[in-house]
């Protein structure tokens, strides 16, 4: 993250930079310029698409430890996922499940998991469909969409074919067996689950799992302090 320079750090908290969009820029590279994620502009300046135009003028938001994005309600953050994907053609009958995952870790985001499994050697880069973030580096509850959603390709995120090629993997940011899950990124992970089990328009009738329960004896992820019970509940687990 880039948010350390001494002048951010005074304006920081009582006002949010801003920047004019000129000809050349794109999202993606002033998100990079500004270290936030395209999601997190997107969010803030309620883009339904990456479409900028020049002269625009965005805010860009503040992240990391020193989010000011408590007013980002949980429709919010789901906004961007129900736009990105409105525009695919969903092969509904592909999705069967949907597979949670912990990363393991509190650093990253989707653009350092897919720089990570690229390293690893897997083609399609970020294995899963979908990151929540942790607040670290992207937002606290931040829905970000991984290629291979918008691709509408399987998975790389359990050892199972069956579940790669038809499981949709939900990664949140975090060590789920040191702490547990915080309230915002759970209340983005339900959103999205419920969103994806539920949404007429997508056909989708997944059911929900986790790492664990796939691939038995290989992994502890999601972790243990992952809501297991809570979910069973809601998803109606056998
Ligand atoms: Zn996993």
Redesign the pocket.
Known sequence: MLLNSPLLARVRGRTERTHRVVTGDTLDAIGRRYGVTVNALRVRNHLPDTVIRVGQTLIIPTTSVHSTAKADSVSTLLAPAIAATRRLSIQSRRWKFIVA?HSGIEDGNARTYDREHRRRGYENGLAYHFVIGNGRDSGEGEIEIGPRWTRQIQGG?VRSEEYNEHGIGICLVGNFEKRSVSAKQMASFTALVDWLRTDARLGLTPSFTV?RWVDRNH?V??GKHFPYSALKERYALA
């Open positions: 995952h995120h790492h992994t992820c999601p």
